[in-house]
């Protein structure tokens, strides 16, 4: 797949004011988008999620490494850069509350240079594509959150990029505004061959929308692969297993040992086995105290569970 | 420049629009600087020299048209950094391919048009209420404002770099007010050096034409050389801090923040 974000070993050191202190909000990371291809960018609230969106965005000037978009680079050949990646960086506030929503997508647009004949009917597919056709002349202050949520993301589609950068787009709206941002931005990906970067903390939305996701904690990537495939990982190592007594303390703390990321719920235990030997090292603590197992079964694992997993573990490690 | 017209064009719409949307605001604004007008014409009739009253007047209605236009002008760029940046719309202008700055100076031509119509409504409302009509030749009133407007938005450049770093410029912005108001008012016989102040020649010129009827024969190459020489530089020096602060504010991740 033809690669159309590079993103090359990028860091970001921030000064603390009052302390001087160093603060490294991105530490050496990596990861290329291609073309077409909704990514998921997750990670813990502090992660460098917000640095990293806001460096591809040119809005940010990193201490080391490089960001490319179409071969651009995003500091020193910024406004070429720029004309080929547009973003919703704070949702509804990215757009302006006195002017109606005609008058947002006009002005947004032609502050990008676009002249009005281009702008008019790129303005009508729009409103009909985003059901805000019958709000045209509605200023946006008496839109609901979702309508103005939709409205910013038409705004950064009005630019006519072939690259999106979308920070937590489904934040705050509800489950039916939520389920059609989600089947818009599908459409936009698929129809349109758009590249959408999408940093949210809603994995529902990684999970539907995502074909790959980078995972990062504190400035570092800790996961890059696609969400099938995480899922597929998580489903293959993930074991409920049904005991018929309780364990022992000396199990629990051999399994502490052996295996980091377990619950113990009473006489359920939820483990990960992170190879396939593992069955055999739980079978001997089991023996230890002849514990007997009712049922074993493989743990169906949803997105959410995948992300606390490989967070966790990051922290353990 | 095709690109910039397009760019002009929607920022003078969206300065129209605010101006219309906020009207509560923007009615307020204009009774607030004409009740200041009322205040010092009636301030002059009780404290100054009868004799001169008549003439005092005349300077006293340019000088705050001018002081109104400068307050207009220079604080623009840096109240529009500061509170886009507290709305959350700032990062997208930067996320044009437009330089920002071409943006920005779109944005302080825009304020300006729409200002001049609530300029020349204050003017001829000065006017009425004192009963003195100065000269308003706009062959040479025109060339001559436009001029010393460029040297407003070279300062207010200088303004939008420092409130891109620092967005918090109330305090700063209400100080600018007096500095405006002083260059606005001391005429250059008074204070010869401040021909290099930003607009004060302009002032001073303005106040020949419209108080003493010159027109724009009268004045000396010397004079036109300091109007121009005074934009050019203002506007220089003020999209250089700009840009300069711009690339710090980049680095140190202060593009957005409030």
Known sequence: ?317 | MMTFANVLRVNVKKEFLELKRYFANTLSMILTMYFIFLGMFFGIQVVGDPADVATNTQYIIVNYVFWYLGMATLQSLGFTISQEAMRGTLEQLYMSPVSAWRILLARVSGMVFNHLFIIVFLLFASMLTTGEWLNLNPVAVVPILLLTVVSMIGVSFIVAGISVIVKQINAFLQILQFIIMAFAFIPLSVAPYLVFAPFVKGVDMTRQVMIHGYTLTDFTALDYIALVGNGIAYVAIGVVLYRTCEKIAMKKGLLGHY
């Open chain 1, 1 to 317: 797949m033809e690669s159309i974000i590079e993103v090359n070993g990028i860091r970001k050191v921030y000064k603390k004011r009052k302390s001087k202190e160093a603060f490294v909000a991105v530490d050496g990371i990596s990861f290329q988008v291609g073309k077409g291809e909704i990514m998921g960018l997750l990670g813990p609230n502090g992660a460098g999620k917000t640095t990293t969106i806001k460096s591809i965005c040119g809005l940010l000037v990193p201490n080391e490494g490089s960001i490319s978009i179409h071969g651009y680079d995003s500091v020193n050949d910024r406004n070429k850069a720029l004309r080929h990646i547009s973003a919703v960086l704070e949702g509804n506030r990215n757009i302006y509350w006195r002017l109606t929503v005609f008058e947002n997508l006009e002005y947004f647009a032609g502050n990008r240079g676009m002249s009005k004949k281009e702008i008019l009917p790129y303005i009508e597919e729009l409103l009909d594509m985003f059901h805000l056709q019958d709000k045209r002349n509605e200023v946006v202050n008496n839109l609901s959150r979702g309508m103005q949520q939709k409205l910013a993301i038409c705004v950064a589609m009005m630019a006519g990029t072939d690259v999106i950068l979308l920070d937590e787009p489904t934040l705050g709206l509800d489950v039916e505004t939520g389920y059609e941002v989600r089947e818009i931005l599908k459409r936009i990906a698929f129809e349109e061959q758009k590249t959408i970067i999408i940093s949210t903390h809603d994995m529902d939305v990684v999970q539907d929308l995502c074909n790959r996701t980078v995972i990062i904690n504190q400035g570092k990537v800790i996961a890059n692969e696609q969400v099938s495939k995480l899922l597929n990982l998580f489903k293959t190592s993930a074991y409920k297993i049904h005991l018929k007594e309780s364990l022992t303390e000396e199990q629990v703390k051999h399994l502490e040992h052996k295996f980091p990321i377990h619950e113990w719920e009473g006489q359920i235990l939820n483990v990960n086995l992170d190879h396939e030997e593992a069955i055999y090292d739980l079978m001997d603590i089991l023996k230890m105290n002849r514990t007997s197992i009712e049922t074993i079964n493989q743990t169906e694992v949803n997105f959410e569970e995948v992300f606390m997993k490989l967070v966790k573990e990051e922290a353990v490690s």
